[in-house]
């Protein structure tokens, strides 16, 4: 589709998950370089027509690059909505005051077993997941999701860290025997067991225990002596049950990089809650909110924040840091 119209950073906050400015080098007078901010904002695709994400339309047209991360470095060629899904939390790269898609990636946040469904609940690799009736639900080759088979998940976690589905492929068992889970080492114990724990969120209290052996591969910083709580991984392995036995354990991009004064609003389950002075975790990222004056119906301020509340918060990067100046329930 043909890119569209400016867009400006006062769109409402419920139209976006996640919005980091991060920059770009480019050509300024007199031979020197300055910077040119641009735009990523990470959510839920939401419909096709381009790509609505959170309910805004990136406009995209042969140009933009389409990837699965998980699947290769390659673009993907083909109409967004042949490679995209209805419920994949994507990240769309942007310019800062447009949204005229120049890349969109997708990767999800596990794949692997149904195990112990039950009712909206099931768990993939010791990682608990729900659906509701929101959550796009495909089946490929006729496969059902029940226990065995094989589910692909996209979603946003909870402060627990539950992951709430808003995609799921599910594929016949026979077809996949490498499976893969991202998060953050809750708990390293490596030195005792050879073991560490996986959560969703950092501190989380569903959390995925993971085996190593002489044969696990470790491509971070430090390799395994370097393996931090708090750090964000992904791990690679055969094993449909417990235990399950890491082939490989990989860094992943930090989740909280972005320079300051960098634009972003991020939605999500907050975590370590504290009414002085006023801060919290969101996805990842230590949020500010001393600073928030405008809280929305029907939140009437902090004490309304709790980690059962999903919440977006908008602001500016500082630090590592959100400072947020806006706070409503999502």
């Not at 946040?109 to 929101?134: M, R």
């Not at 953050?184 to 225990?209: E, H, I, K, Q």
């Not at 989740?255 to 999500?268: L, R, Y």
Request: glycine fraction near 14%; charged fraction near 15%.
């Amino acid at each position: 589709m043909i890119k569209g119209p400016t867009a400006y950073w006062g769109l409402p906050i419920a139209l976006a998950a996640l919005v980091l400015a991060f920059q770009l080098p480019s050509c300024g007078g007199g031979g020197g370089t300055v910077t040119a901010p641009a735009g990523v904002t990470r959510g839920t695709i939401t419909g096709f027509g381009s790509v609505f994400v959170n309910g805004v339309e990136y406009f995209t047209d042969n140009d933009t690059l389409r990837f699965h991360v998980d699947d290769g470095p390659s673009d993907i060629s083909g109409l967004d909505n042949d490679v995209f899904r209805v419920g994949m939390v994507v990240e769309v790269h942007h310019g800062a005051d447009d949204t005229d898609a120049t890349r969109i990636e997708f990767a999800n946040n596990l794949e692997g077993p149904v195990a112990g469904l039950a009712g909206n609940g099931f768990s993939v690799l010791g990682i608990s997941v729900v659906t509701d009736g929101a959550t796009n639900i495909q089946r490929d080759g006729g496969a059902t999701l029940a226990d065995g088979a094989i589910a692909e998940v996209s979603g946003l976690p909870d402060s627990s860290g539950v992951l709430h589905a808003t995609f799921i492929e599910v594929k016949p068992a026979a077809t996949v025997t490498a499976f893969e889970v991202k998060g953050y080492v809750v708990a390293n114990n490596l030195g005792v067991d050879n073991s560490f724990t996986l959560g969703m969120v950092p501190n989380a209290g569903a959390a995925a225990t993971i085996q190593v052996d002489g044969a696990t591969v470790f491509d971070t910083a430090g390799g395994r002596a370097g393996l931090a709580a708090g750090s964000f991984v992904e791990v690679r392995t055969a094993s449909a049950s417990a235990p399950i036995l890491a082939t490989a354990v990989e860094a992943q991009g930090s989740e909280t990089e972005s320079p300051d004064g960098a634009n972003a609003s991020i939605e999500g389950y907050p975590t370590n809650i504290y009414a002085a002075p006023k801060t919290f975790t969101l996805m990842g990222i230590g949020v500010d909110a001393a600073g928030a004056v405008v809280y929305e119906h029907p939140m009437a301020g902090f004490a309304e924040i709790t980690g059962a509340t999903k919440v977006e918060v908008h602001g500016t990067m500082s630090g590592g840091k959100l400072l947020a100046s806006r706070i409503g329930p999502r």
